[in-house]
T-cell receptor, first 111, second 111 residues
Framework: NAGVMQNPRHLVRRRGQEARLRCSPMKGHSHVYWYRQLPEEGLKFMVYLQKENIIDESGMPKERFSAEFPKEGPSILRIQQVVRGDSAAYFC?????????FGPGTRLTVT | GENVEQHPSTLSVQEGDSAVIKCTYSDSASNYFPWYKQELGKRPQLIIDIRSNVGEKKDQRIAVTLNKTAKHFSLHITETQPEDSAVYFCAASAPGGKLIFGQGTELSVKP
C-alpha cells in the first residue's frame, strides 16, 4: 500500500516563475490537506480539498496561490510569480477520517 | 483564532530517562489531538493520537494524556533511546478537519 506521494522532492525556481507541486494521496483517501513549513518552524495549514472541491482555503494567501484536486490525477498546489519568501517545504497529507498521513514534501527554493 | 502552544522548545535527556512535552490549545471545539515525529529532512510521522472522549492512551513507550477542562495535552516517552531524537509536534483539530500545530520540541537523547 503506497503512502502519500509528492513530486518533485526539490524544486528551484527564479523569482517570477511558477511552481507546481503535486500530491497523490494514499489509495482510498479522498481528503487532501496542504501545509507549509518554514525553516525551523511548525507546519501551517494552507488548504483542504476533496475531489473536485475546495473545502477550506483559509490558510492560503489570496494572491498567487491556488490549489486543485481533479477527479482524475493528483492534487496540485500552484504558486505563480514566486518570491523569495515562498521558499519553504510544502507538505501534503491525506486522510480518510481523523488521521492525516504526510507525504515526503517538496522543498521549494526561490533564487 | 485557533492556537496551539507547545513547551519546551528544546529538551535534552539521558538515554533511559523519560521525556514529557506539553501543549495547550485554545479552541474548545477541538476533538482530535495527534502527535508527529519529524526527523531532519523527513516527513512528519504520526506516532500517537487521542480523541476528546478519552483521557489517556498508551502505545508501548509512548503515552498521551488529555485534560479537556484545562485544554492541555501531553506526550510522555519512557525509557528514551537515541533514535527517539527528533522534533516532535503536537496538533489540535479545527473546524473542517485541518490541524493546528504547535511550534515543535527538539528532543535530544544523549547516550
Amino acid at each position: 500500500n503506497a503512502g502519500v506521494m509528492q513530486n518533485p522532492r526539490h524544486l528551484v525556481r527564479r523569482r517570477g516563475q511558477e511552481a507546481r507541486l503535486r500530491c497523490s494521496p494514499m489509495k482510498g483517501h479522498s481528503h487532501v490537506y496542504w501545509y507549509r513549513q518554514l525553516p525551523e518552524e511548525g507546519l501551517k495549514f494552507m488548504v483542504y480539498l476533496q475531489k473536485e472541491n475546495i473545502i477550506d482555503e483559509s490558510g492560503m494567501p489570496k494572491e498567487r496561490f491556488s490549489a486543485e484536486f481533479p477527479k482524475e490525477g493528483p492534487s496540485i498546489l500552484r504558486i505563480q510569480q514566486v518570491v523569495r519568501g515562498d521558499s519553504a517545504a510544502y507538505f501534503c497529507a491525506s486522510s480518510i477520517a481523523y488521521e492525516q498521513y504526510f507525504g515526503p514534501g517538496t522543498r521549494l527554493t526561490v533564487t | 483564532g485557533e492556537n496551539v502552544e507547545q513547551h519546551p522548545s528544546t529538551l535534552s535527556v539521558q538515554e533511559g530517562d523519560s521525556a514529557v512535552i506539553k501543549c495547550t490549545y485554545s479552541d474548545s471545539a477541538s476533538n482530535y489531538f495527534p502527535w508527529y515525529k519529524q526527523e531532519l529532512g523527513k516527513r512528519p510521522q504520526l506516532i500517537i493520537d487521542i480523541r476528546s472522549n478519552v483521557g489517556e492512551k498508551k502505545d508501548q513507550r509512548i503515552a498521551v494524556t488529555l485534560n479537556k477542562t484545562a485544554k492541555h495535552f501531553s506526550l510522555h516517552i519512557t525509557e528514551t533511546q537515541p533514535e527517539d531524537s527528533a522534533v516532535y509536534f503536537c496538533a489540535a483539530s479545527a473546524p473542517g478537519g485541518k490541524l493546528i500545530f504547535g511550534q515543535g520540541t527538539e528532543l535530544s537523547v544523549k547516550p
